[in-house]
């Protein structure tokens, strides 16, 4: 059930709208107007933009692994000079999301998307003419910055046109772009670098987002949320309403949000680290670092610590393979249970089921077909909780600082990818054995799940503060 908060805006507070947005005192308040409409075809081309500009981030993002045996032997250098070039990229969309944020609450969801995408094809096709190691690890740091701005403003972006009851779907189905992109990734690499060789690869890596942002910039408004939170000028805010609406409508009606704004007040890392916030925030960074974790831990190093309990190198490759196979499906059944129920307890859950399921992968080393369900259950789990994180921040933030919100929790949580490896690293150098790995690795499912309860714990009671910014209403359990 829901319980409404009270209506806020820059100026006098306006008594509750009605279903098409419009107050009695006749302004009409964005997200009561989006929430009572069908999804217009921009908002679905939206949706599909960014959809695709994700896709072409996880392609990215995954290139340099489908182009690392082939460096390596062309260069005749070893696999383990190459481990700077692998986590380059890890730390560079930590710090592009990082920054990428605040600078989106400056200038615009829309204007940050548009550049990001186009540097990191930019910096992919510089990549794809080196000839040298170093030269290859910087170009990757470099493309990584791009690549983790792009994500969160894609997030951003889709939260803020989306209605109330299909957005935690709508921004998870946009987020599976990522491991939509990787898989096909490896697919279009099987058949380039045969054909082409590895600069291939990047050179349609760096072509296609180039070639997305100019549709961006074509096809996609800017958001209505965040022109409004800026203090835009109304013609302006109306004639971009009036790409989702018809202009009748509109009419003249004062445009407004139903949450407090107070444009050049409070910076948006200030609203971020704040007192209303500060708890939420910490969990989420907390939730999502954990999850990367376990991520990159097991996609990293689980095939290397399987053939040192003695399975065949081609068992161990198809069972990794397992893991992320059924994270499109775990993510859409997220955001649709999301839309309908708790979504903190949603997604709790999730990472409980993958504590209990990764804890029993070590249980069953002995029967390889039972593993193979567990891995696979562990991974659709994992990813599908995963995933879901930035919809529920990007409707934890007001509009002031939700690109800033949004992509903190993914800098800081990219801190816990290399973790991951590294750790992954010290676990096979102190050769324990599967059972412990996996036991051990329930741990950080079962921190993230609990940090999560303790956000809804001290955000649901204090709605005032910053319980429901996007929607103007309080989620309560259920």
Request: contains cysteine; charged residues 10%.
């Amino acid at each position: 059930m829901a319980s409404s908060m009270q209506a806020r805006q820059v100026g006098p507070t306006p008594p509750s709208g009605s279903a098409d947005g419009t107050s009695p005192s006749g302004r009409l308040v964005v997200e009561e107007f989006v929430d009572g409409r069908p999804l217009s075809p921009t908002q679905w081309l939206t949706v599909i933009l960014c959809f695709l500009v994700v896709l072409a981030d996880g392609y990215d993002t995954a290139a340099i692994g489908y182009i690392a045996p082939s460096i390596s032997t062309l260069w005749e250098i070893s696999r383990s000079d190459l481990a700077p070039v692998l986590s380059a990229s890890l730390v560079g969309v930590a710090i592009g999301a990082l920054v990428g944020g605040p600078l989106a609450d400056r200038s615009g969801r829309k204007s940050l998307l548009i550049a990001s995408a186009v540097f990191f094809g930019v910096t992919s096709l510089a990549t794809a003419f080196v000839n040298d190691l170093q030269s290859l690890t910087v170009l990757r740091f470099i493309t990584g910055i791009g690549l983790g701005a792009a994500i969160p403003n894609c997030v951003t972006l889709v939260a803020e046109y989306a209605p109330k009851r299909h957005r935690s779907l709508l921004v998870n189905a946009t987020y599976c772009g990522f491991p939509v992109g990787a898989a096909v990734g490896g697919f279009a690499s099987s058949w380039l670098i045969p054909a082409f060789g590895w600069h291939s690869v990047l050179v349609v890596g760096g072509v296609v987002p180039i070639l997305l942002a100019l549709l961006v910039a074509l096809c996609v408004p800017e958001s209505v949320r965040y022109l409004v939170a800026r203090g835009a000028s109304q013609a302006r805010i109306r004639a971009t309403l009036g790409r989702i609406a018809k202009a009748a409508d509109i009419g003249q009606r004062h445009i407004v949000l139903a949450e407090s704004s107070q444009p050049g007040k409070q910076s948006a890392v200030g609203t971020v680290l704040s007192a209303p916030y500060r708890v939420g925030s910490l969990m989420l960074w907390l939730v999502y670092f954990m999850g990367l974790v376990i991520f990159y831990l097991l996609t990293s190093w689980m095939p290397l610590l399987m053939r040192d309990a003695g399975f065949t190198p081609a068992s161990a490759a198809l069972l990794t393979a397992l893991f992320p196979l059924g994270g499109g499906i775990g993510t859409l059944i997220s955001g649709w249970l999301m839309d309908r129920f708790n979504p903190h307890k949603v997604v709790a859950l999730g990472y409980v089921i993958t504590a209990v399921f990764v804890y029993l992968m070590g249980q069953q080393m002995g029967n390889v077909g039972l593993l193979a369900v567990m891995i696979f259950v562990a991974g659709t789990a994992m990813n599908g909780a995963q995933s879901s994180m930035p919809s529920l921040a990007a409707a934890f933030y007001p509009t002031d600082a939700r690109a800033t919100g949004v992509a903190s929790m993914y800098g800081v949580g990219r801190f816990g990818g290399i973790a991951g490896v590294f750790l992954g690293g010290w676990f096979s150098a102190a050769k324990l054995g599967l059972p412990t790995v996996f036991m051990l690795l329930a741990v950080p499912a079962l921190i993230a799940a609990a940090a999560l309860i303790v956000k809804w714990r001290v955000h649901h009671r204090r709605p005032e503060a910053a319980a429901a910014p996007l929607g103007g209403e309080v989620r309560q359990a259920r």
